[in-house]
């Protein structure tokens, strides 16, 4: 039987109506001679107000405990779904994590698959089981407590086991249709994209784009799944929503695929720092310990390179973190100076900055997008103030209110309304 994944979050299976609704997608599937693993979220808001009641009961919650909680959404959701499938006619039943059993490590709340061993839920298939549901979100440890994987970790479920069960397709039900070159709220020229590459879907999510949890877009790179992004409030069909696949199933691309932004980063520079070995990482290992996320780095050149009559050997570094890191990275920075472990002149923390991106696999082999960009943000009068770049990615820190304005004369400069 060729197999599906289906997945359904928290919006999808709101209430009892969303479930019955998500249900009579599933079914169709089944009578499209599919074996179909659907995978649950809790109905949305759940999540949070149990997190809510772990952390009123204790502020220093068991980490334990805490996953005990915060999984039962899913139980809940699992289970009425089986109920309204079998309502349907369609043979269903529900599976917990732990009855699968879905192997994950001992980190709570963060936890990671180690295996998802298949012989529980195909040896009900093979007693004519048309549908598992299964608990997003959870899994076992290996001293069999109850675990999760992170907020957002239901998706990564999902790719998970259709990786298992080598599913012809994952299809993730959500409440929007598909991926867009941007944000549709910020460019009312964004256009839905039909497919996107793996390589280029990271990039967007980690950059903002929030359809899919970031890991589950790397697990299915990893094992090759096909992903499909896809609206559980409209009729679909097997050509709805946004593909995200390997390069090679995309014929034509454009070289640039889509822009993405994050609003909340800040930018903090170290003035005067010695330029000698050891430094970088002298600065950056106090702020990983502190659990700062650095994004952008740049070193200046230090004047010794250019200029032999000043061996003073003196540089300076510039970085960017989410700006709810900024407190952190600060102490962090400052205890290193007063232990004597780096030198700086001074410390100029900018809160205003946004991030904006182009993206697109086409970059590897094309020249000139990082020209057209810049043009385009010049003729915008729109000042950058850091740059960087990967093999399919140039991104600019500006200041943040102009960061639509950007977004959308990026959009209209790379012609993203037309199709490839
Ligand atoms: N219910 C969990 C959350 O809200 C997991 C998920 O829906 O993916 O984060
Ligand atoms: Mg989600």
Aim: glycine share 8%; proline share 3%; charged share 25%.
């Amino acid at each position: 039987m060729p197999l599906l994944v289906m997945k359904f979050g928290g919006t999808s299976v709101a209430d009892l109506d969303r479930i019955a609704n998500a249900a009579a997608k599933v079914k169709r599937e089944v009578e499209r001679g599919y074996d179909v693993i659907v995978i649950v979220s809790a109905m949305s808001g759940k999540t949070n107000e149990l997190v809510g009641w772990v952390e009123q009961t204790s502020p220093l919650y068991d980490a334990r405990e805490y996953d005990a909680v915060v999984s039962s959404g899913e139980n809940v959701t699992a289970g009425l779904m089986a109920l309204r499938l079998q309502e349907m006619g369609v043979p269903a039943r529900s599976w917990q994590g732990w009855q699968v059993p879905i192997n994950t490590t001992s980190a709570h709340s963060a936890a990671r698959f180690v295996s998802i061993p298949r012989d529980n839920i195909d040896a009900k298939f093979s007693e004519g089981m048309k549908v598992a549901v299964v608990a997003g979100f959870q899994g076992l440890s290996p001293e069999g407590r109850i675990t999760t994987l992170g907020r957002g970790g239901s998706d990564t479920t999902a790719v998970a086991f259709a990786a298992a069960f080598g599913a012809e397709r994952c299809d993730i039900y959500t409440d929007v249709d598909g991926v867009y070159t941007t944000d549709p709220r910020i460019s009312s020229k964004a256009r839905k994209l039909d497919k996107i590459a793996f390589e280029e879907m990271l990039e967007l999510a980690s950059l903002g784009a929030k359809v899919l949890q970031t890991r589950s877009v790397e697990l299915a790179m990893r094992y090759n799944v096909r992903l499909r992004v896809l609206s559980s409030f409209e009729d679909t069909d097997e050509n709805s929503g946004t593909l995200v696949c390997g390069e090679e199933e995309i014929m034509e691309s454009k070289v640039v695929s889509g822009v993405a932004y994050s609003r909340d980063e800040a930018k903090i520079t170290l003035f005067t720092i010695e330029d000698r070995p050891g430094v970088a990482q002298a600065i950056f290992g106090p702020l990983s310990e502190a659990g700062v996320n650095v994004d952008m780095i740049v070193q200046n050149i230090s004047e010794k390179d250019y200029d032999e009559r000043h061996p003073g050997a003196v540089t300076d570094m510039t970085f960017s973190c989410p700006i709810n890191q900024v407190a952190r990275a600060q102490k962090a920075l400052e205890e290193a100076k007063a232990e004597g472990k780096i030198r700086y002149d001074e410390l100029i923390i900018d809160t205003d900055v946004a991030k904006v991106s182009v993206v697109g696999i086409g970059m590897r082999s094309h020249a000139g997008v990082a020209a057209r960009m810049f043009e385009s943000l010049a003729a915008e009068n729109i000042n950058i103030k850091v740059i960087a770049t990967s093999e399919i990615k140039i991104s600019v820190l500006i200041d943040r209110k102009y960061m639509e304005l950007a977004v959308q004369a990026l959009h209209d400069a790379f012609e993203l309304e037309k199709t490839a």
